[in-house]
């Protein structure tokens, strides 16, 4: 097996070569095989000599960096997950996981077969099955990579690899102040003007009101009804903008202010904020989530990340500051990469008190901290339970102790609380492509079905909220459960700095947030952001023609798409058209292409002439006066089934890489296992789990870590006494050589 050193540059002509590495046994001439198949004795001496590679002598091993992949070995990547290695132990007893088993390139070796098998057969299958993996290869040489990754390879190779972050950043600068530049949230719509009206009067309002009334006055005009951390916000923005011009901030007197320099001022603050919380949060997801990652490819997720539509256009166009509570998020989950639980806790804390939208991800984050409390065991495990519970609770405490006694009466908290959740709105208020709209449309009135008993339906989006996220909840405290420490020894301390469950948390937080968008109760349009952040993070790390790309980008596509009426409304059509055509280009995702390869493909380019037919209808047809919201109501009949499928994809996937992680209930991995080690049998008490000892950076070299081979430790997985399936073509070799034996003894007698 050739090993190639990190810092070699290939070519496109030598593409094929480096990926063409790693050789198969079974790869030799045909000619052989009739020879090998005649001599009974040398078909037992080979036979022999490939059991003492795969059982006696030392593993196959190769120093970092991995190989790209082998050609027989699926085409989806899951490297940028930072999911550690196994314990051979636990390699071995583990049952096949969905993901292999729904793989693009499956084995032609019948995992079950009575068949007589000789090795001609499995060298055609061989052969025909490495044509096959060459084909897909090629054809992925001949796709379109993107803009984003064909700029930072041309950066890289003229020596310009410094200057890549700060000019990715500088140009999505520079197209959110184009984006700006256009008209906003209720623009020249008096009396109660937009979004743009209210982020300007609760600056005015924080300035000249006293605290104690902050969540109580005149609540009829844009009152304040986000939690205590926007207020401050909007209190520092506030003093700075009225240094400057006091009367942008006159108390009801600068009521529907439009003035160009406090456009000019509100637009600065919000890529100020995005700027020194959101930005940096991407740089340190990229340096921590892909830290095994080459250079070109961390940088590429970075401007994927930086450049992303639907946020941009809600932020920069529309007018809110959804950056910095999405910033908090990203900042917490790289903590929690990094094995800080309490920075992210506190980070986390941060965005929940920034907008209570964040609760989407509360039952990923907290069914991941208390998941690793459960693998780090009851000792190690109550610490750390007892130390987040004290920062978390602290964390709140701080940040509403203006609203509490003795700063406050009890009233004040009360009513604080009353204005964060306003359940008293109803179930939905615009056209929003969720679950309850949709029905609405299609199934029956809910708002009439239920006049008069709003706590019914309150009580039953609840209850589908919370069946939606069950199954990422469920996985991740199971996964803390199956890969839990069994040995108290504190010799290693990396072992409570990660867990192995980590991978699941960007699936866990796409589950939970598109469950609370699709299922619960007051869902606005722009809520879909939170949705599509961890989506995108998982399409940053992915190529094209791979199911997490294809599902990333199809899935940003028709979030925008669904926020098109409240941007047609904010006149933003053009930056719209201008931002979606902008990124598919950027990350290379065409949605002109026809493509019946795959479910995704299909059901994207389905969609994808859909959309663009009710574009073409709107931009022709006026609506009819009897239903003048014809196309928000066909904008939510297009999109809510496309969210629907992603949040089952993002289930279906959480389960796979689950299964790969810690098995399930009934697996290979629930049972017992007891293994050899220095010619001794261990008990299960005294055996400590190599999986918590070794980083979830990845297979790195400078970590002092190697990789074995895939097709050594696809071959051992059925040697020791595990209830994992043991590769086909060893079984095959097993069976011609007990063929043989029973011939040689025959011949003997």
């Known amino acids: 097996m050739e090993v190639v050193p990190e810092d070699v540059e290939y070519s496109e002509t030598h593409r094929q070569n480096y990926r ?22 040398r078909l037992r001496n080979s036979i022999a000599s490939m059991k003492g590679i795969t059982s006696d002598a030392e593993p196959a091993e190769i120093v970092s960096p991995v190989p790209r992949r082998h050609v027989l070995h699926p085409s989806e990547s899951l490297s940028w997950l930072k999911a550690g290695g196994f314990s051979d132990v636990n390699w071995q007893a583990r049952s096949i996981s969905p993901l292999s088993a729904a793989s693009s390139t499956p084995s032609v070796f019948p995992l079950n077969s009575s068949a007589r098998l000789s090795f001609s057969v499995l060298l055609e299958q061989e052969k025909q099955a490495r044509a096959t993996a060459l084909r897909r290869i090629q054809n992925e040489d001949t796709m379109d990579q993107g803009a984003v990754k064909r700029w930072v390879r041309w950066m890289h190779k003229h020596s310009m690899k410094p200057w890549v972050v700060p000019c990715a950043i500088a140009a999505s600068t520079y197209v959110k102040w184009c984006i700006g530049m256009g008209d906003y949230s209720g623009y020249a719509t008096p009396p109660m003007f937009g979004d743009y009206e209210a982020q300007r009067h609760w600056m005015e309002l924080t300035i000249h009101v006293p605290v104690q009334q902050w969540y109580r006055y005149d609540l009829q005009y844009w009152g304040l009804d986000y939690p205590p951390l926007t207020a401050y916000a909007s209190w520092i923005c506030g003093k700075i903008g009225s240094w400057i011009e006091p009367s942008w901030f006159t108390l009801d007197s600068s009521r529907g202010m439009e003035s160009p320099g406090n456009k000019l001022f509100m637009r600065t603050t919000v890529i100020t904020l995005d700027a020194l919380i959101y930005v940096p949060a991407l740089y340190a997801f990229t340096r921590t989530w892909h830290a095994t990652r080459s250079s070109r490819t961390q940088h590429a997720a970075l401007v994927t990340l930086l450049f992303h539509p639907a946020l941009l256009l809600i932020d920069f166009g529309h007018f809110q500051y959804n950056s910095v509570m999405l910033g908090f998020t990203l900042l917490a989950i790289d903590a929690f990469a990094a094995g800080f639980d309490l920075v992210g806790a506190v980070f986390f804390v941060l965005s929940l008190c920034f907008k209570q939208m964040s609760l989407y991800y509360a039952p990923a984050i907290g069914a991941y901290l208390l998941g690793k409390c459960i693998f780090l065991g009851s000792r190690e495990g109550l610490r750390l339970f007892t130390r987040l519970a004290l920062v978390t609770a602290l964390s709140f405490l701080i940040l509403f102790a203006p609203f509490l006694p003795p700063f406050s009466p009890v009233s004040t908290f009360g009513a604080t609380i009353t204005r964060i959740f306003p359940f008293s709105r109803g179930l939905f208020e615009d056209k929003v492509a969720n679950f309850w709209c949709f029905t609405n449309v299609t199934v029956l009135k809910w708002k009439r079905l239920f006049d008069g008993k709003e706590s019914l339906l309150i009580k039953g989006s609840t209850a589908l909220t919370a069946l939606g996220f069950l199954p990422a909840v469920g996985g991740l405290l199971w996964g803390g459960y199956k890969t839990r420490l069994r040995s108290s020894s504190s010799d290693d301390q990396q072992m409570q700095a990660h867990t192995p469950t980590l991978p699941l948390l960007p699936y866990a937080l796409l589950t939970t947030s598109m469950s609370f968008f699709l299922f619960s109760f007051q869902v606005h349009e722009k809520t879909i952001l939170l949705p599509l952040l961890p989506l995108t993070l998982l399409l940053s790390g992915a190529i094209p023609g791979e199911e997490v790309f294809a599902w990333g980008a199809f899935g940003n596509i028709v979030g925008v798409f669904s926020m098109w009426p409240l941007l047609k409304k904010d006149g933003l059509g053009v930056q719209y058209l201008a931002m979606l055509l902008l990124w598919c280009r950027l990350i290379g995702y065409n949605p002109f292409r026809v493509q019946f390869n795959s479910f995704v493909n299909l059901l994207s380019t389905v969609v994808n002439i859909s959309m663009i037919l009710l574009h073409l209808l709107e931009l022709a047809v006026p609506p009819p006066a009897r239903y003048p919201d014809l196309f928000p109501v066909l904008n939510v009949l297009v999109s809510t089934p496309v969210f629907g499928l992603i949040w089952l994809w993002s289930i279906k996937r959480g389960i796979e890489v689950g299964w790969a992680i810690a098995g399930l209930p009934g697996s290979g991995t629930d049972s017992k296992i007891k293994f050899v080690k220095g010619g ?32 050594y430790a696809s071959s051992q997985r059925g040697v020791v006494g595990g209830r994992g399936y043991g590769d086909a073509r060893r079984r095959a070799l097993e069976r011609l050589s007990r063929r043989a034996e029973s011939v040689e003894v025959e011949g003997e007698r």
């Not at 000892?693 to 074995?708: L, T, W, Y």
């Open 20 to 41: 063409d590495r790693t050789t198969s046994l079974n790869s030799m001439p045909q000619g052989s095989t009739a020879n090998f198949r005649n001599s009974t004795l």
């Open 680 to 711: 001794a049998q261990e008990s299960e008490n005294e055996r400590v789990d190599v999986t918590a000892r070794r980083s979830v950076g990845g297979v790195r070299r400078d970590a002092g870590m190697r990789a074995v081979s895939l097709g």
